[in-house]
C-alpha cells in the first residue's frame, strides 16, 4: 500500500520505567520514527506517555490531548504505535477509541504486528488480537499476585515504600532506630493513657518530636489519620499482611475502582524484626476495638482458637493465625 506523503503522528508509551530493551520509549520512537522514514510518511508529531498506566485515559494525559487535537481538527491520516497494547487495554476500549479517531479520517498502525485499521482486514485481527491480549494481561496480573501472596507467607516484603520506622535493604525491611523510637512511644501513649488519634498527634507536635520527611509522606506535622495508619499495621510487631484491601471495579464504569477491606487476608510471621511487643499490638488493638474501630484479629499466639500453633504453611514451615476481622459499636 502507497502510504508515501500521508501526515502520521507517533504515539509511544510506557507504564514504568524500567522497561525491556527494545520496549523502552526511546525503542518504540525510533521504531516508529524508521517506519514512518520507510514508508515515506511525514510525522507531525509525537505524544509520548511516559510510566504511564493503559487503564484509563484520565492517567495518559499525552493519548488524551491526541484524541482531543484530532477533534479540533489535526490534519493527519495516521496514528502509529509500536504494539496494539500500546494504544489503549482492554478490547473494548481499543475499539471504541479507534471508531471515534476513524470518525475524523484517521487510522491506526501497529507496526510490530503489521496492522492498518484502513485496510478490511485490520478491524477485524484488532478485534481478535486485542482481546488475546486482555486475556494473556490478565494471565500475568494473576501470576504476579500468586507471587506476591507466596512471598508474603514467606514473611518477606513485597515492595513499595518501607513503612516508616524500617528501612529498605535489599528487599528486605530494617530498624530505622530514630523513627522506631516514635512508633514505640505513639503505641505506649495511644495503649497506656485516654488518648486518641488526635490526642497521640497532638502530644508528638507539642512536644517538638521530629518527623522524618518520606517520598510516601511530606506532611511536616504529625496527623491522627498518620498515627492511625501506624497503629493499624501489624508490620511493627513482627508480622506481615497481605490482601487487607483490595481493588474493586465500581458497577457500572469501565475503569473505576474503589478500595475495599478483606474480611480474609494473609498474616505471617515476617522475615523482619519486631519494633513493638505483640503484647502492647494486642492492647492497642483491644482499646480500638472498644471505641469502634474495625480491627484484624490478634497477631499473638494467646487466641483461642482450636488449631493455632498446630496447623503449619506447608510452603514456608511457619505457623498459621486466624485472620477475621471483627468490630465492636460503642453501644455494644
Not at 522475615?271 to 483491644?286: D, G, M, P, T, Y
Request: glycine share 10%; hydrophobic share 35%; with cysteine.
Amino acid at each position: 500500500m502507497n502510504r508515501s506523503g500521508t501526515k502520521c503522528v507517533l504515539y509511544p508509551r510506557v507504564s514504568t520505567e524500567m522497561q525491556v530493551d527494545g520496549f523502552s520509549l526511546d525503542g518504540q520512537i525510533n521504531s516508529l520514527k524508521r517506519f514512518a522514514d520507510r514508508e515515506e510518511m511525514m510525522v507531525v508529531d509525537v505524544y509520548e506517555d511516559a510510566g504511564k498506566s493503559g487503564k484509563s485515559i484520565e492517567g495518559r494525559p499525552a493519548f488524551k490531548q491526541m484524541l482531543t487535537d484530532i477533534e479540533n481538527g489535526l490534519q493527519i491520516e495516521y496514528i502509529l504505535v509500536y504494539k496494539l497494547s500500546r494504544f489503549r487495554r482492554n478490547a473494548a476500549d481499543i475499539l471504541n477509541s479507534l471508531e471515534f479517531v476513524q470518525s475524523y479520517g484517521v487510522n491506526l498502525i501497529c507496526i510490530e504486528e503489521g496492522i492498518d485499521s484502513s485496510q478490511t482486514s485490520g478491524k477485524l485481527l484488532i478485534s481478535v488480537l486485542s482481546a488475546v491480549a486482555e486475556i494473556e494481561r490478565e494471565n500475568i496480573l494473576e501470576q504476579t499476585m500468586n507471587g506476591r501472596k507466596e512471598k508474603a507467607r514467606q514473611g518477606g516484603w513485597n515492595g513499595g515504600f518501607a513503612p516508616y520506622g524500617y528501612y529498605l535493604k535489599d528487599k528486605m525491611l530494617f530498624i530505622q532506630e530514630e523513627e522506631a523510637e516514635v512508633i514505640r512511644l505513639i503505641y505506649d501513649k495511644f495503649a497506656n493513657s485516654s488518648m486518641g488519634y488526635g490526642k497521640v498527634a497532638q502530644y508528638l507536635n507539642l512536644q517538638g518530636v521530629r518527623k522524618i520527611q518520606r517520598q510516601n509522606g511530606k506532611l511536616k506535622e504529625w496527623s491522627s489519620h498518620f498515627v492511625r495508619q501506624i497503629l493499624d499495621n501489624p508490620v511493627y510487631c513482627g508480622k506481615i499482611a497481605f490482601g487487607r484491601r483490595a481493588r474493586e471495579k465500581v458497577k457500572g464504569t469501565k475503569n473505576q475502582y474503589r478500595q475495599t477491606w478483606q474480611e480474609d487476608y494473609i498474616l505471617a510471621d515476617g522475615q523482619h524484626e519486631a519494633i513493638i511487643s505483640e503484647e502492647l499490638w494486642n492492647k492497642v488493638r483491644e482499646k480500638r476495638i472498644a471505641t469502634g474501630v474495625k480491627q484484624p484479629s490478634k497477631v499473638g499466639k494467646d487466641r483461642a482458637h482450636l488449631l493455632t500453633g498446630i496447623l503449619k504453611c506447608p510452603v514456608c514451615g511457619g505457623p498459621m493465625y486466624t485472620n477475621k476481622h471483627a468490630w465492636t459499636n460503642k453501644d455494644g
